[in-house]
């Protein structure tokens, strides 16, 4: 069975930075990639970043954030990263790590696991 546990969320002002921390078990180890969405309040889900497990290089980030935001991985540990930085109050959300299965999927952002959630809250 697939877990995916979110950790680092946090109150936060303006213009700081935060990581967040995904741990991934019982993934296939055909899973493609891992990714990061965000829901804020009141609003859909969004795509933030994604990174395959095995493919170097390949990334997806969301226009919106790629100047701020950066993700990374372990794959020893299992483990993917969300570095954010120069935070605005509208990153404010509950941010999910997610994980997919296929590359076409992967392409469509349709992601198949998804963790609890860790909120982050960015003040003016």
């Known amino acids: 069975q697939v877990q995916l546990v979110e950790s680092g969320g946090g109150v936060v002002q303006a213009g700081d930075s935060l990581r967040l921390s995904c741990a991934a078990s019982g993934l296939s180890t055909h899973s493609h990639a891992m990714g990061w969405f965000r829901q804020a309040p009141g609003k859909e889900r969004e795509f933030v970043a994604a990174i395959a497990w095995r493919t170097a290089g390949m990334e997806d980030i969301s226009a919106s954030v790629k100047d701020r935001f950066t993700i990374f991985k372990d794959i020893d540990k299992r483990m993917v990263y969300l570095q954010m930085n120069n935070l605005k109050p509208d990153d404010t959300g509950i941010y999910y790590c997610?994980?997919?299965?296929?590359?076409?999927?992967?392409?469509?952002?349709?992601?198949?696991?998804w963790g609890q959630g860790t909120q982050v809250t960015v003040g003016s």
């Open positions: 997610a994980a997919v299965d296929l590359f076409s999927d992967y392409l469509q952002r349709k992601y198949d696991h």
